[in-house]
């Protein structure tokens, strides 16, 4: 171990490593003849110890989105950049771009910057790239993964009471027959789905429901659109959707179609992001307090710098946020 005050070496790596400096070397500067679990091994035992680390004057949190031109991620960075800068650190940002693969190099690449946490905005990191990370720096997820991941922190909503506020909002407004929209199979939109389920069934209208999506969701879409404006008996009246973007896609095709929302059709979004009030009509939707989740993860991140080592789950209540794209079923009218 490196004693107090030392700077560490190439054979404080290696020793914590279990091999020779001259195997740790070639590790370290990417020389080929070592095994993939070792030159690994070698390059967490050198984060590990701080070898070759940069003194700088700023902590540095990187931050990891799934994508940046999703509403949602730009708000929760927002709110994680603004803690971080109230507690005197940068914020450094790798994109996601919707690839799990491109992710895994991201996290890397922000880890090989000697980043002094991360801030996954995004469940599409596999659970052993996010563990491997946290024995480096502190991690937090923001975001509902399929198990927690041992050694990380999490922020999440609570989704399935999400869904259900939801689902009471439009049968209090007379809607008997309703429809959920999802785009997504991941965890976060698969608990909003079970959470309409959930409700619909406790009011009794299991039989009255319809699920459309992931897959062919614009397909579905539009069937249930055709059928509503031919006047079908068993058309469904009103839609929550598993996000805010979902929700626009059927208001569009709502509109293309000559559907007059909320007169003949009522929609729900998810997320109450920007998105939510760029269309017309605006858009009712369940919001995630997004800074706020941010702002949780940056002070998470800082309280495992600090020393906590028992991880943490922060679970943010949902609120329903009432707009234009809801109102009365036609047949209450």
Do not use: C
């Amino acid at each position: 171990m490196t004693a107090p005050g030392k700077r560490p070496s190439l054979a404080d790596v290696a020793r914590a490593a279990g091999v020779s400096p001259s195997a740790a070397s070639m590790a370290l500067n990417e020389r080929p003849g070592i095994a993939p679990a070792t030159r690994e091994r070698v390059r967490e035992a050198a984060r590990r110890l701080g070898y070759g680390r940069r003194r700088r004057a700023t902590t540095l949190f990187g931050v990891l989105p799934t994508d940046l031109g999703n509403p949602y991620h730009t708000d929760v960075i927002a709110g994680i950049e603004a803690t971080a800068e109230a507690l005197g650190a940068g914020v450094v940002i790798a994109h996601g771009r919707r690839d799990t693969a491109h992710m895994e190099r991201q996290l890397q690449r922000l880890l090989d910057l000697e980043v002094d946490g991360v801030i996954a905005v995004t469940t599409w990191l596999p659970p052993e790239a996010l563990e491997r990370a946290a024995r480096s720096v502190p991690v937090v997820v923001i975001g509902r993964m399929q198990d927690p991941v041992p050694g990380t922190d999490a922020v999440i909503t609570d989704d399935t009471a999400g869904a259900a506020l939801a689902v009471r909002h439009l049968v209090a407004a007379g809607h008997r027959r309703l429809a959920h929209v999802t785009l997504s199979s991941r965890p976060g939109p698969a608990a909003r789905r079970t959470g309409f389920l959930a409700e619909t069934a406790r009011l009794g209208l299991a039989d009255a429901v319809t699920v459309i999506g992931p897959d062919s969701a614009d397909e579905g879409i539009d069937l249930l659109l055709r059928a509503l404006r031919r006047g079908a008996e068993e058309a469904p009246t009103a839609v929550f959707a598993a996000n805010d973007i979902a929700a626009v896609r059927v208001l569009h095709r709502a509109a293309d179609l000559g559907v007059a929302v909320p007169e003949r059709l009522s929609v729900v979004g998810y997320d109450s992001s920007a998105v939510a009030l760029t269309v017309r009509p605006h858009l009712t939707s369940v919001n995630q307090p997004r800074q706020e989740m941010g702002r949780i993860a940056a002070r998470m991140l800082q309280e495992r710098r600090e020393g906590r080592r028992t991880d943490s789950r922060s679970i943010a209540e949902p609120v329903l946020r009432l707009r234009d794209s809801t109102g009365p079923a036609p047949a209450s009218r």
